[in-house]
Structure formats: C-alpha cells, structure tokens
C-alpha cells in the first residue's frame, strides 16, 4: 500500500483500538485508582435503599441540601430529593437560565436479586427457609449454591423499622439456594435450560436446629423466629410488611492477573449510578443546571412511585421552575439526557449472538446506544441523529475513550434502559454506559478502562 492510500485510509476509515493501547500510563493509574471507590460503592449499596444513602452521605459532605419545594435556588445552589428512600435526585444549578433546559443523566440503582415472598418462612424436613419470588431477568440456576446475604427493611405493626443487614461481615453467617447432587439429577437435567430450577425452587436455607423446649410441631421454624425476635424485636406476620432481598455475600473483586477488570454483583446498573455520581460531584457552577436521577424498578419495567414511569422526575421539574415563573414542560423541552446503563460485552465464548461490528468491547471505553429495544427496536428510544452528532463531538471534543455497541444480533433478543420513559417527557436522550461481561448473573464483570472513561463521559456532559 502506497503512503497516499495508507494516510487515506486513517483519514476516512474507522478503526477501534484497546484503550490500553491508547492511553499513558498515568492514564491508566487514574482508571485504576478510581475503580478503588467504585468497589467500595458496590460493597456498601447492594440494594437500592443502601445506594442512596450512600449517595446522600457523598452528597452532604460536598454541601447538598434537601430539595424544599418553593425555594428559589440560584447558580452553584446544590439540593438532593429522596422519593421513598429507594430512588435519589441530585440537582446543582447552573449559571443559564432554566428556560433553557437542564442536563440530565439518569441511571438505576436496583439489580436482579431474589426478593423474599410476605409470607416466606417454613418448615420442611427439619430444615427453616424463606420462600423468595426473584425480581428481574435473571437466569435461575445461576442464583444456586452461592453465598447470599439478606438485606432491608421490616416494618412492624407499630410502624416502627428494623434495617437487616446480615452476611456482609466475615463473621455473619450467610444463606444459599441448595441444587441437586449430579448423582440424582437425571430428570432435572431433562428440562429446559429456563426451567433448570424453577421459581418455586428459589428457596433460601436459613436453618437446622430446633428449639430443644417447645412441643411446638415446627421447632426449627420457631427456633429460627426466636432468633429473629431476640436480634430484631419482630414476629411472624411483621414479614408481611417487609422489604427483605437476598443478594450475593461476596466482595467486588479485581479480576486477572493484570487486574484490569472489577468482578461484582450489582454492576448492573450501579456502575453508571457510580460515574455518573462522581461527575456531578465535581461540578460547581456549571452553565445548564444539571440533574442527576438515580431510580428504582429499571430491571422490572420502571413502574412504581419510585420508577422513572413514575412522576416524580417532572414533579420535581416543576417544583424546580416554578419559583422561577417557568412551565415544567418548557424547561424538558428544552433539555438533554444521557441514559446512563449498561450495555452488553462481547464474549468471545459466546460469540454467535452478537455481529461483532456493533458490538462493544471491553476496555474499548464507554459505549453509546442509539437505539436499545428487542428485535424491531421494539420499546426503543433510538435517538436521533443531531444528538447522536452532540454527543460524538462532546466525546471527541473531550478526548474521552468510546464506543458504539447494539444489544446483541437484530433477531436474538434486545432489551430497554429508561431512556424511552425520559424522551416521552421531550427531552432528546441516548443511552450511554460501560460493557458488561456476565450481565445480571450474580457476578458480573466491567473493565476498568470503561468504567472511568463512562466517568469522563459524564464530566464533559456536566461541563
């Protein structure tokens, strides 16, 4: 190839190239270090109600306040408003005018996970456990024989709530799904792989031993509540008013040799959560105000007073303007959004579901979805060009590491973000987030490269 076709071919062409490729050293040690902090983050809000208050403890340290409907804030004013301790939104006010428009970046901060039923604890076989009825996509077999820890709230017939966090700590004890020994799993292997292990299998073993001075007829079940009355004040029909989750008991870990990855549970979506956190931390004074949503109930559909098919989000627009003399609807009109969620990563062992020239790559950078959706884009955004054009420029403009991706091959499957729920409000959004390794398996992997690039994405956005 001659020098003119070799300087043509950079010129017009596109080629991606691994961010380790790219990026110096001191680059690299920056990705490193802030992934530090984004473990900690996973370790500490496996939930949605432990997310945000995290989030709001980051908050008031930087000088946010709670959001007081009325007020009318000015340029550099920071406020957070909490919707039923399960969904979060930051605002920092900017030096334009709300008549024309905010940023917004919105992420969810909820996982697949199993939720236990209200009336979860039996007896069988003298062996206690808690029936559980699991939320979100998830492939059920993969949630047993594993470590899980239990998280939440109870609240008892006095109104009065217990938080319960057990099998975080080393010396808490943890729970597990059992699954049958290979020897015995003749029939079971017969099933299709979604019905491996069936809904009503998820059964979570909490415990063996009975209580030794009772003629009760279920001495573990009532050992089991004795320990429970003892550490928490609770009998059996506070389960009926309970928010309890099992999530996986392990730690975020890096994963290979060089240390380039983050393993954890709960990658899905709380790495955007995460970035898109660190960004608006940072910002003082921007010119466009800028809001942050961390929502609830992505993984089942958005629904609910805590999901963002909910009001909350433009309720809090209008409550933000009004002291202002503006309509809610001129400022989302007028406003952009970056959805922040994941996408998916290729893996090559699995090669065949994804058309490997739009697919995201780990370690390729952050990666932007035009259009999410199943099949025909079916409950897709599918952004538009001139955003698109935006977006691309900031990226560029920014030096910030990134890419494109789809969902895996048009005919294989799909899935959606909250960007739909957002655009239906007028404003102009795309989704844009790290490749995920493992998505919504207990133990999903994300490189370190693409977690802090998605990070750069969100600061050039809140600049």
Same mark, same amino acid.
């Given at each position: 190839m001659s020098?003119?076709?070799?300087?043509?071919?950079?010129?017009?062409?596109?080629?991606?190239?691994?961010?380790?490729?790219?990026? *110096?050293?001191?680059?690299?040690?920056?990705?490193?270090?802030?992934?530090?902090?984004?473990?900690?983050?996973?370790?500490?809000?496996?939930?949605?109600?432990?997310?945000?208050?995290?989030?709001?403890?980051?908050?008031?340290?930087?000088?946010?306040?709670?959001?007081?409907?009325?007020?009318?804030?000015?340029?550099?004013?920071?406020?957070?408003?909490?919707?039923?301790?399960?969904?979060l939104i930051l605002a920092v006010m900017g030096q334009e005018p709300l008549e024309n428009g905010v940023k917004i970046m919105a992420s969810h901060i909820d996982s697949p996970r199993l939720d236990l039923k209200q009336v979860p604890l039996y007896e069988d076989a003298e062996l206690a456990l808690f029936k559980t009825h699991y939320y979100g996509?998830?492939?059920?077999?993969?949630?047993?024989?594993?470590?899980?820890?239990?998280?939440?709230?109870?609240?008892?017939?006095?109104?009065?709530?217990?938080?319960?966090?057990?099998?975080?700590?080393?010396?808490?004890?943890?729970?597990?799904?059992? *699954?049958?020994?290979?020897?015995?799993?003749?029939?079971?292997?017969?099933?299709?792989a979604p019905k491996l292990i069936q809904g009503e299998?998820?059964?979570?073993?909490?415990?063996?031993?009975?209580?030794?001075?009772?003629?009760?007829?279920?001495?573990?079940?009532?050992?089991?509540?004795?320990?429970?009355?003892?550490?928490y004040g609770i009998i059996e029909s506070d389960f009926l008013s309970a928010e309890l989750e099992a999530v996986p008991a392990f730690k975020a870990r890096d994963i290979g040799f060089d240390r380039s990855m983050v393993g954890s549970y709960g990658q899905d979506d709380r790495v955007c959560a995460f970035t898109s956190l660190e960004a608006t931390l940072e910002a003082e004074n921007p010119h466009k105000t800028l809001v942050t949503i961390f929502a609830d109930k992505e993984e089942i559909g958005s629904n609910g007073a805590t999901g963002l098919k909910g009001a909350y989000l433009k309720y809090f627009i209008a409550d933000l303007a009004k002291p202002h003399g503006i309509e809610a609807r001129t400022?989302?009109?007028?406003?952009?959004?970056?959805?922040? *969620?994941?996408?998916?990563?290729?893996?090559?062992?699995?090669?065949?579901?994804?058309?490997?020239?739009?697919?995201?790559?780990?370690?390729?950078?952050?990666?932007?979805?035009?259009?999410?959706?199943?099949?025909?884009?079916?409950?897709?955004?599918?952004?538009?060009?001139?955003?698109?054009?935006?977006?691309?420029?900031?990226?560029?403009?920014?030096?910030?590491?990134?890419?494109?991706?789809?969902?895996?091959?048009?005919?294989?499957g799909g899935g959606g973000t909250v960007a739909a729920y957002i655009a239906e409000l007028d404003v102009d959004t795309v989704d844009l987030g790290v490749p995920v390794l493992s998505m919504h398996s207990p133990f999903e992997v994300t490189g370190k490269i693409d977690v802090y690039s998605t990070y750069r994405a969100f600061s050039e956005f809140a600049k």
């Amino acid at each position: 190839m001659s020098e003119k076709e070799s300087t043509l071919e950079k010129e017009l062409l596109m080629k991606k190239k691994n961010g380790g490729l790219l990026m *110096d050293d001191e680059t690299l040690q920056k990705a490193d270090q802030f992934c530090e902090e984004y473990k900690n983050f996973l370790n500490r809000g496996k939930t949605e109600r432990e997310a945000v208050e995290y989030i709001v403890a980051r908050a008031e340290q930087k000088g946010y306040k709670p959001f007081q409907p009325g007020v009318k804030y000015m340029p550099g004013d920071k406020v957070y408003f909490v919707n039923r301790d399960k969904s979060l939104i930051l605002a920092v006010m900017g030096q334009e005018p709300l008549e024309n428009g905010v940023k917004i970046m919105a992420s969810h901060i909820d996982s697949p996970r199993l939720d236990l039923k209200q009336v979860p604890l039996y007896e069988d076989a003298e062996l206690a456990l808690f029936k559980t009825h699991y939320y979100g996509g998830i492939k059920k077999y993969q949630w047993t024989a594993i470590p899980l820890s239990l998280h939440g709230v109870i609240v008892k017939s006095d109104l009065s709530k217990v938080t319960v966090s057990i099998g975080e700590d080393e010396s808490d004890p943890v729970f597990c799904v059992t *699954d049958l020994l290979p020897h015995l799993a003749d029939e079971q292997m017969k099933r299709p792989a979604p019905k491996l292990i069936q809904g009503e299998e998820l059964n979570l073993l909490i415990g063996s031993r009975p209580f030794k001075d009772d003629e009760a007829s279920e001495k573990v079940k009532l050992n089991i509540m004795r320990i429970l009355n003892e550490k928490y004040g609770i009998i059996e029909s506070d389960f009926l008013s309970a928010e309890l989750e099992a999530v996986p008991a392990f730690k975020a870990r890096d994963i290979g040799f060089d240390r380039s990855m983050v393993g954890s549970y709960g990658q899905d979506d709380r790495v955007c959560a995460f970035t898109s956190l660190e960004a608006t931390l940072e910002a003082e004074n921007p010119h466009k105000t800028l809001v942050t949503i961390f929502a609830d109930k992505e993984e089942i559909g958005s629904n609910g007073a805590t999901g963002l098919k909910g009001a909350y989000l433009k309720y809090f627009i209008a409550d933000l303007a009004k002291p202002h003399g503006i309509e809610a609807r001129t400022v989302l009109s007028k406003s952009k959004c970056l959805s922040a *969620d994941v996408g998916a990563a290729f893996d090559p062992t699995f090669p065949d579901v994804s058309e490997r020239k739009n697919s995201a790559y780990v370690n390729y950078g952050t990666v932007v979805l035009k259009y999410t959706g199943s099949r025909g884009k079916g409950g897709s955004n599918d952004a538009s060009a001139e955003f698109m054009g935006e977006v691309r420029k900031m990226l560029i403009d920014g030096d910030v590491l990134w890419q494109t991706s789809e969902l895996g091959k048009v005919d294989q499957g799909g899935g959606g973000t909250v960007a739909a729920y957002i655009a239906e409000l007028d404003v102009d959004t795309v989704d844009l987030g790290v490749p995920v390794l493992s998505m919504h398996s207990p133990f999903e992997v994300t490189g370190k490269i693409d977690v802090y690039s998605t990070y750069r994405a969100f600061s050039e956005f809140a600049k």
